[in-house]
């Protein structure tokens, strides 16, 4: 007689839920190998994306996943890109996009002018796949080539992912993360690549990729911009602050700050930071803020 095996697919929330037993082990693993610590992110979505791997390696319990994170280098990184990974775009949210070339840019090269300052740094915070620096990098190149040769313009992206950092320097996309950029300048800045398209030398040699931890203000970008948006979603209240409070001291005076859509201001942090566009979430640094 023939016997047949039956193999039981895990649920949506696993088997008995996570004890707190179990959550610390996978936390306690993730810092200790990958210095990657998850006690700052909101529970639900750590707890989401950690069931996302439970599934996907078909472990029947929290326990039995916790082996395997234990023994298994590669479900360790599949975990760690799992819990860090931003989909994104080129333009994402275009209307933002627009008023950093009509409006935000011309003002911050005018500022500099009027400073007698010759150099600018834009800072895109949780950079994912560089789909953000990048756009920086095409409206500069694409409006403001003459401010280009008038002053140095530094972009730099930071993510905690390793792995996401390298990818994105090579500049390699699929059409649906280049879905919201205008044809010409698909025309003039990519090039077709089997099913990828590749995004010219000269736009990659805009942007400098550095590895970032948002809570590590000490490698903190000090910026004339800083782009960070669609990342304190993940994060409980008291951490936005904290992760605020180190944007707006790595800001210069004056200095710009761009959050999400579903993002704002929190706490005392609304004291540091005048309003520009609430409808785009841009805010700039009060001159003479104090916390």
Known sequence: ??????????????????????????RDILCTRRNFDIA?????????RISIRIRATRAATVDDYCDLLQRSEE???????????????????????EKLGTEVFPALFARLR?????????????????????????ILAERFAKELEEFKVSI????IDDGILEAAQQGMYGHERLQEAPAHVLDRHFCRNGDKYCLSPAIRGMVEFRRGDLFDTGNHVESDLILCRNVLIYF??????RIL???????????ILILGKAETLVGELRRRFGTICPVERIYTKNRFSVY
Request: hydrophobic share 35%.
């Open 1 to 26: 007689m023939n016997e047949h095996r039956r193999v039981s697919i895990p649920p949506e929330e696993p088997a008995g839920g996570f004890s707190d037993t179990a959550f610390s082990r996978i």
């Open 40 to 48: 700052s992110y909101k529970d639900k979505y750590i707890k989401r």
């Open 75 to 97: 479900e360790l990184d599949l975990l760690v890109k799992g819990l860090t990974i931003h989909v994104s775009q080129f333009f994402r949210n275009r209307s933002t996009f």
């Open 114 to 138: 009027a400073e007698g300052r010759e150099h600018l740094t834009l800072w895109s915070a949780g950079c994912a796949g560089g789909e953000e620096p990048f756009t920086l990098a095409l």
């Open 156 to 159: 730099v992206a930071t993510d």
């Open 236 to 241: 409980e209240r008291r951490e936005q602050e």
């Open 245 to 255: 409070l180190g944007l707006s001291n790595a800001l210069t005076q004056g200095g």
